[in-house]
């Protein structure tokens, strides 16, 4: 079992920044792949950026450039460094540990980007 943790969400204007975190439970955090996924209402939830164990990272093409996924082994941590939000990323964001199928999921931070 991983039980995660995330927080960092909040209130931003459009062109601002939040990091989150995504704090996990358990010794074997370093073997999973990581993943951050975000559902806006009305709309499917889908993933922003995720990690490997190796470190190889994979982004959405709505995020690129402006978006960092990192992770601390050492901390059992996860990030999302978001840079130039715009209104469009106002969603509940959460942290999945080992895939969308059989992974575990965390409770979600929202993100809300308005002026």
């Known amino acids: 079992q991983v039980r995660l943790v995330e927080s960092g969400g909040g209130l931003v204007q459009p062109g601002g920044s939040l990091r989150l975190s995504c704090a996990a439970s358990?010794?074997?955090?370093?073997?999973?792949?990581m993943g951050w996924y975000r559902q806006a209402p009305g709309k499917q939830r889908e993933l922003v950026a995720d990690i490997t164990s190796g470190g190889t990272t994979n982004y959405a093409d709505s995020v690129k450039g402006r978006f960092t996924i990192s992770r601390d082994n050492a901390k059992n941590t996860v990030y999302l460094q978001m840079n130039s939000l715009k209104p469009e990323d106002t969603a509940v964001y959460t942290c999945?540990?080992?895939?969308?199928?059989?992974?575990?999921w965390g409770q979600g931070t929202q993100v809300t980007v308005s002026s």
């Open positions: 358990g010794s074997r955090f370093s073997i999973y792949a």
């Open positions: 999945n540990a080992g895939g969308a199928v059989l992974g575990y």
